[in-house]
């Protein structure tokens, strides 16, 4: 895989803490090199991203850091039309998430519709389930 396919800008998705149960966040993301940077807000509230990716394998790993509050670690894999994997707290405290570069002209129902085209709460809890 390429830097191509992590492009610097603006993504959308969710996180969740069981399959079907979906919260909204909104990311500017910045790749560059091997790492990630960025910032972005979900119904917890604003965050900032620092992390890592390798593009040949395909995997990134991050921390979301609540501004004055708690951090967040995620890791993904890059496929198809975005990165999707888990997010930990605690080891009590996880759930999966799936986000994807936004494109010009995207709206509320592509976004929908695209997010439900994806695989991710089967894969985000069969991956919880070996914990």
């Keep these: ?12 998705g969710f996180y969740n803490y069981q399959p079907g ?7 500017d ?6 790492s990630l940077s960025g910032t972005g807000v979900d ?12 593009a040949s394998a395909g995997e990134c790993y991050w ?4 501004l ?5 670690f995620y890791r993904g894999f890059r496929e198809g039309k975005g990165i999707w994997g888990t997010w930990e707290i605690t080891i009590r405290e ?4 799936h ?6 002209g995207d709206t509320e129902k592509q976004a929908a519709t695209a997010d439900q085209a994806e695989p991710v709460d089967a894969v985000g809890s069969a991956m919880i389930a070996e914990r």
Aim: net charge positive.
């Design 29 to 34: 993301l910045t790749f560059g090199n091997g």
């Design 99 to 104: 986000i994807w570069p936004r494109c010009a």
């Design 1 to 12: 895989m390429s830097d191509s396919l992590y492009p610097s800008g603006p993504w959308t």
């Design 68 to 72: 004055g509050a708690h951090n967040v």
């Design 43 to 54: 119904d917890v509230g604003n965050f900032l991203i620092r992390g890592r990716y390798e």
């Design 21 to 27: 149960d979906r919260h909204r966040m909104d990311l």
């Design 94 to 97: 996880h759930g999966g998430f």
């Design 63 to 66: 921390t979301k850091s609540y």
